[in-house]
């Protein structure tokens, strides 16, 4: 199956920071991306979609300002959270779905995730 | 809209014990159905899949069978091992539709 990575898979910040994640399809094109929040209590919550050189979708609720998503290529897309605080600390997972050999829209694709602590 | 339900866990085995998760969905038209299974820190993957009507997806010895007459699909495995021990989503795609998730079920397996 078709491959995304996470950078970093861990990082601990200071409140009021502003954190950088990447995710990127390793062998595929990745027309467009999901990235999700996941709770303690293992749920996912949807964040956003973001496909290729167009602005993400975000969820409601989820405040776009503070957690900016770029798709600038078909393999890269990264998630800033801007002034994190410690509520923001999550572990937040990125997939990816392409079109052609490595899978339809419908087939998701997921990296190993970010664990972020926000102190 | 879509909803995918799973049940409720913990659910805790023996070593050898046979294992049932259920799912059941809701959606309109002819959803693609899937598990996907999640060990600690670590993020999903695809376990199985199944697109359309009666198909059966299997693999490392999980099977799960699309049944549209009681909008199930329902995970099993024969006998569990203690590295099966983690959290199994169900979930459903239609077309070019974000995919709905599951809320998850834990899998704890005893040696």
């Known amino acids: 199956g078709a491959v995304v990575s996470q950078h970093p898979s861990r990082v601990i910040c200071k409140s009021g920071t502003s954190v950088k994640i990447e995710c990127r399809s390793l062998?595929?094109?990745?027309?467009?991306m999901f990235w999700y929040r996941q709770f303690p209590k293992k749920s996912l919550m949807l964040m956003a979609t973001?496909?290729?050189?167009?602005?993400?979708?975000?969820e409601q609720g989820v405040e776009k300002d503070k957690f900016l998503i770029n798709h600038a290529s078909l393999t890269l897309s990264t998630l800033t959270v801007t002034s994190a605080h410690p509520e923001d600390s999550s572990f937040y997972i990125c997939?990816?779905?392409?079109?052609?050999?490595?899978?339809?829209?419908?087939?998701?694709?997921f990296g190993p995730g970010t664990r972020l602590t926000v102190l | 809209g879509d909803s995918v339900t799973q049940m409720e866990g913990p659910v805790t085995l023996s070593e050898e014990a046979f294992l049932t998760i259920n799912c059941t969905y809701t959606?309109?038209?002819?959803?693609?159905l899937f598990w996907y299974v999640q060990y600690p820190g670590e993020g999903l993957q695809l376990l199985l899949k199944?697109?359309?009507?009666?198909d059966k997806g299997s693999n490392k010895g999980f099977e799960a069978t699309y049944r549209k007459e009681t909008t199930s699909f329902h995970l099993e495995k024969g006998s569990v091992q203690v590295s099966d021990s983690a959290v199994y989503f169900c979930?459903?795609?239609?077309?070019?539709?974000?995919?709905?998730f599951g809320r998850g079920t834990s899998l704890i397996v005893h040696p």
């Open positions: 997939s990816a779905a392409g079109q052609g050999a490595f899978g339809s829209y419908n087939e998701q694709f």
């Open positions: 062998d595929f094109q990745a027309t467009t």
């Open positions: 973001s496909n290729e050189g167009s602005k993400a979708t975000y």
């Open positions: 959606a309109t038209g002819y959803p693609s």
């Open positions: 199944a697109t359309k009507a009666d």
């Open positions: 979930a459903l795609s239609r077309g070019s539709y974000i995919p709905t």
